[in-house]
């Protein structure tokens, strides 16, 4: 007979995890409501609460939330509030997304990458079906 510990201990984990999510995201939204408000100094707290508290409970940052955060001074990073942002290209392949903090002047540059479509499909062939 095997038991159904592993079961329920999966379980709690997920609840755990969702649980501490849901609490980076609201310290995310009352962070960005609050540099809209020209608080920013209770942002910055509040970027460092979610940062500490996804390292203390080893709980993955939502990728939304972490790449809007500033990775040098935990600021909301809000376009023409907070950031400045540009689409850079070196190449045809290559794209980076430019992003620029105004409080601290730290760089985050993101790969961009477009879509390749197939060359049988077409917007025409599916409209057809």
Do not use: W
């Not at 940052?61 to 809007?68: G, H, M, V």
């Amino acid at each position: 007979m095997k038991k159904n510990k592993p079961r329920r201990l999966n379980r709690l984990k997920e609840k755990y995890r969702d649980l501490v999510k849901q609490r980076m995201s609201i310290a995310y939204r009352i962070a960005v409501d609050s540099v809209k408000k020209g608080d920013s100094e209770y942002a910055k707290k509040l970027g460092e609460y979610i940062r500490e508290m996804s390292k203390r409970t080893r709980v993955r940052t939502p990728k939304p939330i972490k790449r809007s955060l500033c990775k040098n001074c935990n600021i909301p990073l809000i376009p023409g509030l907070t950031a400045s942002i540009r689409v850079r290209s070196q190449s045809r392949k290559h794209r980076y997304i430019v992003v620029r903090c105004s409080a601290c002047g730290y760089i985050h540059r993101y790969l961009y990458r477009k879509k390749v479509e197939e060359p049988g499909s077409s917007a025409q062939d599916k409209s057809m079906f």
